[in-house]
């Protein structure tokens, strides 16, 4: 598998009253296409900072990010804004759903500007809700909702798919639901994942588990055997 993204002695600085803190202290890794990444971490580890420079959100004080041969550390706002555009879904622990548009709606909404757009009735059945394609959000559940949300992400046939805690306001059976439905969608459109959270649980499902502490790598695992969704225990 190709490289999709390349670290390179990042850092990112903030200055607090005369010291320098290192929310990222120099990380240097390689995420491949294709691969479902978990980024694990206690609280103030690094992770958001981690996900915000990937995603072109902030630009690091230090380094290299590489995507696809492009170096994207260094880009204008505007190319920034053009490369998420282009290459990159998010879904997030509250889903961010619009309450007075219908799922259908919503997942339409992801299809604007998208280059190379995949079928919204397609992407609604394979999260599993034709049956509900009229409803809104207020009459789906916290679990129904995620799922309107990662078609909604995936609807413009994203590279990489960034998840912040996407289960985190979910119980065990509904987050395990949307974490299949996550591992289905990767395996039918190659989409990279890059799902940050504190469920350390969620690694075993990972290609790759990357471990942070204090703004620094302190482990990178590539699972031999990568488990399914449903077969997850929460910790
Ligand atoms: N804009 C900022 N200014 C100063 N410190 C920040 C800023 N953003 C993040 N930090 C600090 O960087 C560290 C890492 O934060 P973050 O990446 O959000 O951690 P995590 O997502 O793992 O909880 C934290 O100690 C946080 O307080
Ligand atoms: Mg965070």
């Known amino acids: 598998m190709e490289d999709l993204y390349t670290l390179e002695h990042v850092y990112k600085t903030?200055?607090?009253?005369?010291?320098?803190?290192?929310?990222?202290?120099d990380v240097s890794l390689n995420i491949k296409e294709g691969e479902i990444v978990v980024i694990l971490g206690p609280s103030g580890s690094g992770k958001s900072t981690m996900l915000n420079l990937l995603s072109g959100i902030d630009t690091p004080s230090k380094g290299h990010?590489?995507?696809?041969?492009?170096?994207?550390?260094q880009l204008k706002p505007n190319d920034l804004t053009?490369?998420?555009?282009?290459?990159?879904?998010?879904?997030?622990?509250?889903?961010?759903l619009i309450p007075s548009l219908t799922v259908k709606e919503n997942v339409e909404l992801g299809k604007e500007?998208?280059?190379?757009?995949?079928?919204?009735?397609?992407?609604?059945?394979?999260?599993?809700l034709t049956s509900h394609v009229h409803k809104y959000p207020y009459q789906l559940s916290g679990g129904q909702m995620q799922r309107v949300a990662i078609a909604r992400a995936l609807v413009k046939n994203p590279k990489v798919l960034?998840?912040?805690?996407?289960?985190?306001?979910?119980?065990?059976?509904?987050?395990?639901?949307?974490?299949?439905?996550?591992?289905?969608?990767?395996?039918?459109?190659?989409?990279?994942?890059?799902?940050?959270?504190?469920?350390?649980s969620?690694?075993?499902?990972?290609?790759?588990?990357?471990?942070?502490?204090?703004?620094?790598?302190?482990?990178?695992?590539h699972n031999k055997k990568v488990k399914k969704a449903s077969e997850l225990r929460w910790a």
Request: hydrophobic share 35%.
């Open 14 to 25: 903030y200055k607090n009253y005369d010291n320098d803190y290192h929310a990222l202290d």
């Open 65 to 73: 990010i590489i995507f696809k041969d492009k170096r994207i550390d």
């Open 82 to 96: 053009q490369y998420r555009a282009d290459n990159l879904g998010f879904i997030f622990q509250s889903y961010n």
């Open 113 to 128: 500007l998208a280059l190379d757009p995949l079928s919204v009735k397609k992407l609604i059945e394979q999260v599993e």
């Open 162 to 200: 960034f998840c912040d805690e996407p289960t985190g306001a979910l119980d065990e059976e509904t987050g395990k639901k949307v974490l299949e439905i996550l591992q289905e969608m990767n395996k039918e459109y190659h989409t990279t994942m890059i799902i940050v959270t504190h469920n350390p």
């Open 202 to 221: 969620i690694a075993d499902m990972a290609h790759t588990v990357i471990r942070m502490n204090s703004g620094k790598i302190i482990e990178i695992k």
